[in-house]
Every structure is written in C-alpha cells, then in structure tokens.
C-alpha cells in the first residue's frame, strides 16, 4: 500500500450540504479555515479533521 492512496473527498458546505471547489484527504487537517460555499455564496470558518467537517463560526444572517 502506498500512502499516495489516501482518500480524499470533497468538502461539502455544513451550511446547504452543497459540494464546495476544496477537496481533503482524510490526513488533512483543517483550522480556521475560510470554507467558500458556491452555493451559500459565503465563507464559513471551519476545521476539518479525518474528513469531518466541523463549523467554528457560522456567518451572521
Ligand atoms: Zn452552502
């Protein structure tokens, strides 16, 4: 096995559930990071750990 082969997946926005343009591996890790939501047209403050997704800071309304 090589460790090329780790999964990745898209990153799905936790707001819509919509697929955003950023891809992770499941070794990515992720904070503070500015998540941009096509969709949502926003950025939402994430971290992302073993292709977990986690909102820090939801936009204001
Ligand atoms: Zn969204």
Wanted: glycine residues 2%; hydrophobic residues 35%; proline residues 7%.
């Amino acid at each position: 096995m090589s460790k090329q082969d780790a999964i990745t997946d898209w990153v799905h926005c936790p707001l819509c559930g919509s697929k955003t343009r950023n891809k992770i591996r499941e070794d990515t890790v992720l904070k503070n990071y500015p998540l941009y939501c096509p969709k949502c047209k926003q950025e939402v403050l994430v971290e992302a750990k073993e292709l977990q997704v986690i909102v820090i800071k939801e936009p204001d309304a």
